[in-house]
């Protein structure tokens, strides 16, 4: 039995997963340049905002108070650094 690609130029199967490769990585870059522009233009929620958010999540029972206290720690904690949380759709 002899090979698969009988009479097909080993050079032409090399140039074509080149070009497969190449339009793959083209379209995968696209894919996160996309996201990141798309992060980059969203407003970035404030502490308040999120306090807030959390609060009306903890009064309609959608987190429990454990889930509450954690999230207002980390929230102080991120504001004891100085910096607002960034908060980003990936």
């Known amino acids: 039995m002899g090979p ?3 009479g097909i130029d080993p050079t032409a199967i090399r140039t074509a997963l080149l070009v497969l490769a190449v339009v793959s990585v083209l ?3 696209l894919v996160v340049i996309e996201k990141v522009r798309r992060a980059i233009r969203e ?3 404030s502490t308040a905002d999120l306090r ?3 609060r009306e999540a903890f009064e309609a029972g959608e987190i429990d108070e454990e889930e509450y206290r954690r999230a207002l ?3 102080e904690k991120s504001a004891s650094t100085g910096g607002e949380p960034r ?3 990936f």
């Open 73 to 75: 720690a980390s929230l």
């Open 52 to 54: 807030a958010a959390f």
């Open 43 to 45: 407003p970035v929620e």
């Open 4 to 6: 698969v690609f009988r």
């Open 27 to 29: 379209g995968i870059g």
């Open 87 to 89: 908060i980003t759709r």
